[in-house]
């Protein structure tokens, strides 16, 4: 059985990353078919019910849902046993950090591919790489943890290697390097873009004298598994190489991700979706239905590594990681 629940509150995002959404649609689901923030309380009362002891909050970007913060706030109280994490593009939560302090949120997953500014516009399609730079020294400066997302894409973080290193050196951030996924229709994606997270090791090797962590932390995975976490002697903060691609992880996968349209998807590789939403909109379906469904879905969760074969790394699955939320 899954024991982390990967919460999309919406399918809306500030950016249009080349490598996450469709170059040619800005569509977006309606209001009326995301779920509200109610029901989302009620799943996660389900889920913790079935054993369910991390949340993670995910999008699209979360902080442009409406009252996210009031969200979080009771969903805190309402749960305070379930360890609460929270992916964001970091845009926007310069704002709500006071209370993303006071609900003891202790660590932000911040996603940041390129530290030069044209770039960053070119990849996001938003000029914002200072306002994430400063909202994020911001968070540093209140206590938080910080784990910076950059996906790897050859052209870009290979080149760019050198200041994300200097970042690590001089801040005290974990730095993670994700290998490129074919997600979605009409993304950036193109097999000549990948850049194995083995690749970008050696790349970093040759530069610093990296050191590997033993990760004691088992609720520290990303979404697309653990990272191999390196440190460098004296430099405040860390690296890490996650092979999303090159070494996937499904045997030990514990994630149930819950798109923003309200279905469970029991694998990032495969469509096959089970819509909670309906049934948590019937008056008649009780708690335990709604948990029997969950528990059926995780029995049959397939293997994405078996998918990926078939499809040849192909743009594996129609919907957008905005979507879904990874
Ligand atoms: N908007 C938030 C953000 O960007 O952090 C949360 C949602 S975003 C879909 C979650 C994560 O998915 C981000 O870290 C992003 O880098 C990653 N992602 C999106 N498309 C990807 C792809 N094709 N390959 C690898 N990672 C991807
Ligand atoms: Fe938005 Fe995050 Fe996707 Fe970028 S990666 S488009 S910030 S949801």
Redesign the pocket.
């Known amino acids: 059985m899954a024991s982390y629940l990967r919460l999309s509150v919406t399918d809306r995002?500030n950016?249009h990353?080349l490598?996450?959404r469709d170059k040619f649609s800005k569509k977006y689901i309606s209001h009326k078919d995301i779920l509200r923030y109610d029901e989302m309380l009620r799943l996660v009362g389900i889920a913790s019910q079935l054993g369910i002891g991390k949340v993670r909050i995910?999008?699209?970007?979360?902080f442009i849902r409406k009252d996210l913060s009031g969200f979080l706030e009771t969903l805190r109280s309402k749960f305070p046993e379930i360890a609460l994490s929270i992916?964001?593009?970091a845009s926007l939560i310069g704002p709500c950090l006071p209370v993303l302090k006071n609900i003891g949120l202790s660590s932000l997953?911040?996603?940041l591919?390129s530290l030069d500014s044209k770039t960053f516009a070119n990849l996001t399609g938003k000029n914002d790489l200072g306002t994430v730079l400063s909202n994020m020294e911001s968070a540093l400066a209140m206590g938080f943890k910080i784990k910076i997302?950059a996906?790897a894409i050859r052209g870009i973080t290979d080149l760019q290697l050198d200041q994300f290193l200097q970042m690590a050196k001089v801040l005290p951030v974990d730095i993670r390097f994700?290998?490129?996924?074919?997600?979605?229709r009409n993304?950036l994606?193109n097999e000549n873009l990948f850049l194995s997270a083995n690749e970008i090791f050696q790349k970093a090797s040759r530069q610093a004298n990296l050191l590997p962590v033993v990760n004691k932390d088992k609720t520290s995975e990303s979404?697309?598994g653990p990272a191999k976490m390196y440190e460098v002697q004296k430099w405040k903060g860390r690296v890490g190489f996650i092979s999303?691609m090159s070494n996937l992880f499904c045997e030990r996968c514990n994630r149930l991700p819950i798109t923003a349209r309200g279905a469970l998807r029991t694998c990032l590789f495969a469509d096959k979706e089970y819509a909670l939403k309906g049934l948590l909109r019937n008056s008649k379906i009780t708690d335990d239905n709604i948990a029997k469904v969950i528990r059926q879905a995780c029995h049959k969760k397939p293997l994405g590594s078996e998918l990926m074969l078939k499809k040849k790394n192909i743009s594996i699955i129609n919907s957008q990681?905005?979507s879904?939320?990874?």
């Open positions: 995002c950016f990353c490598y996450c995910t999008g699209g970007e979360p992916t964001t593009n997953n911040i996603s591919d997302n996906v994700i290998e490129f996924m074919p997600l979605g993304t994606w979404f697309s999303a990681m905005a879904i939320g990874g």
